[in-house]
């Protein structure tokens, strides 16, 4: 009798399905952050081992823009070795630095040769994503009423941060956080902090909405949309309200007769640039003014790391982010902006080789959205990641988002990025 059950009978895909439901249950652990950046080795591994032994499947390519990001990830590797030696931060520091990278700018090349070279269902991803974001809403209900309680956030710190890790926060088990600025509660889920859950809202977003099953959808959005809105980031609740006709209407965008009509509404917004700028302008400021402490420490961290890259270390850059001074609260230059700290830590060198890949991927993706739903959400996908990379680091956030990625990975393998595979 065939099983309808999610999971097929490859390991592959028992990791994939396991590292994704499992994430509450390793996030009260504290887990979750050394399970995010082991699972994608862990996969290769296997990955390796299976085509040793059985040799290489039919729709097992690895296309050329996958291998762009290979590549890139290479240049990463190096840009560090090269700067750890020009700034002799000595061998352990470089050792160090090296595992950093295997967990971080690492796993993004990694996910999307696993998504493109293994034969992983993309609904089981669909599915698995949803059920987390159903933990979410459930997670989201229980903690509203405990902070309503007064029960405190926070928990305990694993123990297992002894193993090491960017910060206490990526070990912290906690319900709730409270914002610095209004003292009110604000979550950041199963993320370090919360704008990153911002981030994750809108990448389940999609995922949740393309769920065949009414129940898992609809509660995967659900969970989705109180994930952005308890998160108080003011770039996900803008991202995540213009992806949401993007992500239920993408039907329509088939029909040339919508095509047409999005042509001309884009004509019209055009030639009414000016008042629409200055309304949007305005509304900016607005909402950066809502939390100018944070808007502050960002924008001078920007400026320092520009600063430092074009007058200390232009190509290969300093190799390690860097205390900031009491002006940015102490936050690390290099942080905060992945294309800063890309130029701050691994110099114009480490900045071309995030910079080449991605334009690639989102020429292939955007030339390739109309004739393939799995192009279509991965091009979203690609957009928050794009949207997200001035306002987050990417390399230290990919142990929480590599679904992206790995659904990014199917879309670039034509062979598997069809509407059968859907």
Known sequence: MHSTHPVRNYTEEKL?????????????????????SLIGWMIFFVVILRWYV?????????????????IGGLFMLLALLIAHSNWDLGLAKTIKSSIGWAKGWALMPLFLFIG?????KPQLIVRAVSIVSFHTLIFAVVSIVLYLGGIPGDLFISPLQVIGGPGESFFTVS??????????????????WAPAAGFMACIFLIFTSQDKNVFWRNTGVLGSFFMCLLSQSRVGWA?????????????????PIWLIFFGV????????????????????????????????????????????WETEAPIW???IVEKGPKVVEGMPIGSHHSWYGLLFVKGIVGLLALAI?????????????????ICFTAALMAIVIICYSFFENLEILSFIYWPALLWIGIALNPLKSGEIYV
């Open 357 to 373: 890949p991605l334009t690639f991927t989102c020429l292939y993706l955007f030339l390739n959205c109309l004739k393939s739903q």
């Open 16 to 36: 994939v399905w396991f590292g994704l439901t499992l994430t509450y249950p390793l996030f009260f652990l504290g887990g979750l952050y050394i399970m995010g």
């Open 317 to 319: 850059g300093h190799g």
């Open 54 to 70: 059985n040799g290489k499947d039919k729709n097992s390519v690895i296309p050329v823009i996958v291998w762009l990001w290979i």
């Open 265 to 308: 509404a884009i004509s019209a917004i055009l030639l009414l640039g000016e008042p629409v700028f200055h309304s949007l302008n305005n509304s900016y400021e607005d909402i950066k003014a809502s939390r100018p402490d944070s808007t502050r420490v960002r924008n001078t961290l920007e400026v320092l790391a520009l600063q430092r």
């Open 175 to 192: 319900l709730y956080g409270l914002n610095p600025e209004t003292g009110a509660g604000r979550w950041r889920f199963f993320t370090p």
């Open 239 to 255: 991202i995540y309200i213009a992806l949401m006709p993007l992500c239920f209407l993408s039907q329509y965008f088939q029909n």
């Open 116 to 120: 493109a070279f293994v034969d992983i």
